[in-house]
């Protein structure tokens, strides 16, 4: 059923005034096309109030998004990348140790670790290719980045990696557990 911008300006007003009473929050449509033309640059916008119902459709959301992708490894992975950097700017007391060409690797490596705990979170299906790469390059850093940033790093690295390389895809985890939905726990 098509309805004319007025019709659905005042559907939307009298469902809103409905709700007024019981909630005390409303949510306005953002857009509402118009019917005779196809022309979307046409949409009518309004100020939205957001309902408590809609901040719990976002952690909802953020939730489900998150049981997709390993991202505690991923981050895990990406702090360790982040000290390593910081570590091999800082001196404690006289000791100030880099190997490499001119502290090159004191660099490259942080540099990849973060990228690796980017892409494990944007791209979960390589989380296992992308989770032994960083394990590896966490390792090295022992000898190539300040003692793996001062061990912090490189132990941050190979628990990111090895969180990584054992996340499971919800799919997964229901075939290993089939007694448990996507996220849940066996009762």
Do not use: K
């Not at 119902?53 to 990406?78: D, M, N, Q």
């Not at 000290?83 to 001196?91: I, K, R, V």
């Not at 290719?129 to 790093?153: D, E, H, K, P, Q």
């Amino acid at each position: 059923m098509l309805l004319t911008r007025r019709a659905a300006r005042e559907r939307a007003g009298a469902e809103a005034e409905e709700r007024i009473g019981a909630v005390r929050t409303v949510v306005i449509p953002v857009a509402l096309p118009d019917p005779e033309t196809s022309n979307t640059e046409d949409f009518e916008t309004a100020d939205t109030l957001v309902a408590p119902e809609a901040a719990a459709g976002v952690r909802a959301r953020f939730a489900r998004w998150r049981r997709e992708r390993p991202l505690i490894g991923g981050s895990l992975i990406a702090i360790a990348g982040i000290e390593m950097f910081f570590s091999g700017q800082l001196d404690i007391g006289r000791i100030h140790i880099q190997l490499g060409i001119q502290g090159l690797q004191a660099m490259v490596i942080p540099v990849v670790l973060v990228v690796l705990g980017v892409l494990i979170v944007l791209m979960p299906a390589h989380h296992v290719f992308y989770g032994v790469i960083a394990l590896v390059v966490a390792l090295y850093a022992l000898v190539g980045v300040n003692l793996g940033g001062f061990l912090l790093g490189t132990v941050l690295g190979a628990v990111g990696g090895v969180i990584a390389v054992s996340w499971l895809t919800p799919e997964a985890r229901e075939r290993a557990l089939p007694g448990t939905e996507a996220g849940g726990t066996a009762a």
